[in-house]
């Protein structure tokens, strides 16, 4: 599965820059002729020599104790994934039954930010005693095996099945990654059975799907397991002893119960609906996430594809956000499953900007509160102070429809004395559409390449026509100003809104020379007992 962050509207017109880094890349020497075997056996003393390591004496000074730092440990993680390479890849894949996969490439971010999850998952599968090996390969590196493999960006997950592979679909943490392997490889329900277990497993899971059945059987059970088959990113567990099972979920009251158990202050939500399979992933769907989410490079293709519609952004500094959390919760838990609230780090460039751009806003420092309607790809901006009451407000007035959609303007500039006139969001209703006067508009952008030669285009044409006056030339800069009306698809556009018919705008050809664009606004625009020809 490929990376995909994108801010959820169709508005967005930035990708996100990353700085380059990598993380790590234990290589398996590629003209080393030995087979497959010998490559396990090369893993199995690298394990020995940690395990050996970690037999430290008890009397060891603390210094050497402490040695095994989080670099360490990480190190220790990466030398039980497999480095693939020209020689060694087809037999790896043929040859075991499970092979989850990790195609990368030294300067991508989103492979380092991944390589330690993927790692640190690896470590955790092996302790679990999973049949999955998992392995990674430098696709840059290796540009022949990565195409034989179908990986075609980067980071790519795979998880090859006795050598056929099946796309990546779970989240793309250390555990998430741990449950989707263990899900997709025969594990799809954990069988907690006693006290020991379910502290156990409250110690690892921090958020879980929980099912009390008197007997592992029948329509409910069945329907359970499907769920849990099914999802691709929540860890459930079973239980059919109720004294158990309320060590992971105190209110159970009755067998054949559900319910998820979240690390945060709304921590226990029971489903309440029928035992079917599509009823309780929408359950899921609706309740995985806290009240207020984070957005992370890690979680974020998770957030866009949330059911819930209906999505708040909170931008702040840190600092801010930390007295703002548990108002913010508050507000929140009073739009559970109706709308979805996210934190980004007003600080950090690469999540917030190409959000805050779409406002105009970019270069704010201080604490927004925007919106977005996916439904409908809307956008909203809270412009007032960004209280809890305020944000509760906004909130209403975003379900009952009384907020209106935003849409970006620059400031109103000075037009004295300009022959072209400057038209912004906020002025393109006065200057435009209600005008009682012929407008020819040009729609540009500052990254436009063909737009330079056009507006001298539209500049001469403006002096040309000064004495007619029924008509205006305009100009609008589409990347910093928006209105409803105003749908552009490309960019240098022309456009000739009629007086008496500003709905239907004509558009013009970019390409045609000045002489044609004369003629052509002359037989609009001037009564036919007037015409003349126009010589430029």
Known sequence: MLFSKNPPSRFLLLTLTFVLLLSFSININASDPTNFEDDSDDLEQLLALDEQEDQLPEDQDQESSSRFSEAEVLSKAQRIVLELNSDNSKRVIDENEFVLLLGYAPWCVRSAELMPQFAEAA?????????????????????????????????????????????????????????WARKKTGVPVIRINTVTEAEDFLKKHHMFVIGLFEKFEGSDYKAFIKAAMSDNEIQFAEASNIEVAKLLYPDIKATNFLGIVKSEPERYTAYDGTFEMENILQFLDYNKFPLVTKLTELNSVRVYSSPIKLQVYVFAKADDFKTLLEPLQDVARKFIIKVMFIYIDIVDENLAKPFLTLF?????????????????????????????????????????????????????????????LAVVGKTFDDLVLNSPKNVLLEVYTPWCINCETTSKQVEKLAKHFKGLDSLIFAKIDASANEHPKLQVDNYLSLFLYKAGDKDNPIKLSTKSGSKELAAFINKQVRPKDQAAKDEL
Not at 147 to 176: C, H, M, Q, R
Not at 374 to 380: D, I, R
Not at 390 to 415: R, V
């Open 123 to 179: 470590t955790s599968l092996k302790e679990l005693g999973s049949p999955v090996l998992m392995a990674k390969l430098d696709a840059e590196r290796y540009p022949k095996v990565a195409s034989l493999l179908d990986i075609k960006g980067f980071p790519t997950l795979l998880l090859f099945v006795n050598g056929t592979s099946k796309a990546y679909t779970g989240g793309f943490s250390a555990e998430e990654i741990v449950i």
């Open 360 to 420: 105009g806003l970019e270069e704010s420092k201080n604490t927004l509160v925007t919106a977005f309607d996916n439904k409908g790809s809307s956008k909203y901006l809270l412009q007032s102070d960004p209280t809890p009451s305020n944000i509760e407000e906004f909130c209403s007035g975003l379900l009952h429809g009384s907020i209106s959609t935003y849409f970006k303007s620059q400031p109103i500039p000075d037009n004295n004395n300009a022959s072209v």
